[in-house]
């Protein structure tokens, strides 16, 4: 299936210092694009793949699990850390819990991790019904465009198929159970009102890493795809300044300004 336009992958080719974005469950690169230009403008190498079953329609996601999103993430890793001398992961969402396994997969290989709205369970009833039900019904409604601006819309599925949510909900167990392997820098961005993924998520995340050098930042205008909405800027200028204090020389080759 051809690829949504607007939802291809990003690629820019920098300087020594790499990052890696995932986007969500359901989502596309787009939810990140401009997160990624603005980090390439400052002279950074940026990857920002699609990840499998995402990007065309729904039924694609549904033959798709958490094994494939994580290897072609971690293929990607490996490609930047080729051709940079330090490589950071950052994510959206679900994005977030696979930047924080690459982190605690990898150690020393991944500098630090940014994550936005990171989710760390599936809520509810309907998540613990999920290794029945899903083999009764394809779908559910979709929860792409959790934003607060105004004509801003995500290029995610309207649909969610429940086969491809069960496997995130076994990915998250895992996850959560790994994030004591987390010791790199963290900068946590979260979102006062997110309607995807709750507050819990984020906290629970913060008390199970082992890291020490850890920042969490409240982003008090934005729903659940913050980096879509009015705390963009915020989540571009904070990124950028966590990135340089680890990597002094980053910005030194940009000539673009944030905003």
């Keep these: 299936m051809p690829v949504i336009p607007g ?8 300087g020594e210092v790499g990052v890696l974005l995932c ?28 990840l499998p079953g995402h990007g065309t329609r729904w039924e694609d ?3 798709t699990g958490w094994q494939d999103w994580y290897a072609h993430l971690d293929r990607e890793l490996w490609q930047l850390s080729e051709r940079c001398e330090r490589v950071f992961v950052a994510g959206l969402s679900m994005g977030g819990a696979l930047a924080l396994r690459l982190a605690a997969r990898h150690g020393e290989r991944v500098a630090g991790v940014v994550v936005v709205n990171p989710a760390n369970r599936l809520h509810g009833l ?12 394809r779908s ?18 309207d649909r969610v198929p429940l086969h491809a949510a069960h496997s995130l909900r076994q990915f998250l167990r ?3 159970g790994e994030l004591p392997q987390v010791t790199q820098p963290l900068l946590l961005l979260r979102s006062a009102v997110d309607h995807v993924v709750p507050a819990a998520d984020s906290a629970r995340v913060l008390s199970r890493v082992s890291s020490t050098d850890v920042t969490e930042s409240v982003l008090e205008q ?23 204090r680890l990597a002094p020389r980053v910005g030194e080759e940009g000539t673009a300004p944030v905003g």
């Excluded at 990140?32 to 699609?50: C, I, K, Q, T």
């Excluded at 904070?238 to 340089?244: R, Y």
């Design 61 to 63: 996601l549904r033959a």
């Design 140 to 157: 559910t409604k979709g929860i792409a465009s959790d934003i607060a601006k105004d004509a801003t819309t995500e290029l995610g599925y």
């Design 222 to 244: 934005s729903y659940h795809v913050a980096t879509l909405d009015h705390d963009a800027d915020r989540i571009v200028e904070e990124s950028l300044a966590f990135i340089g």
């Design 174 to 176: 895992l996850v959560d």
């Design 23 to 50: 986007h969500g469950f359901t989502g596309s690169p787009q939810s990140l694009r401009p997160w990624a230009e603005h980090l390439a403008a400052h002279g950074l190498s940026v990857s920002l793949p699609l």
């Design 126 to 137: 309907a998540a613990h019904a999920l290794p029945v039900v899903r083999h009764l019904v």
């Design 7 to 14: 939802a291809e992958p990003y690629r820019h080719d920098g």
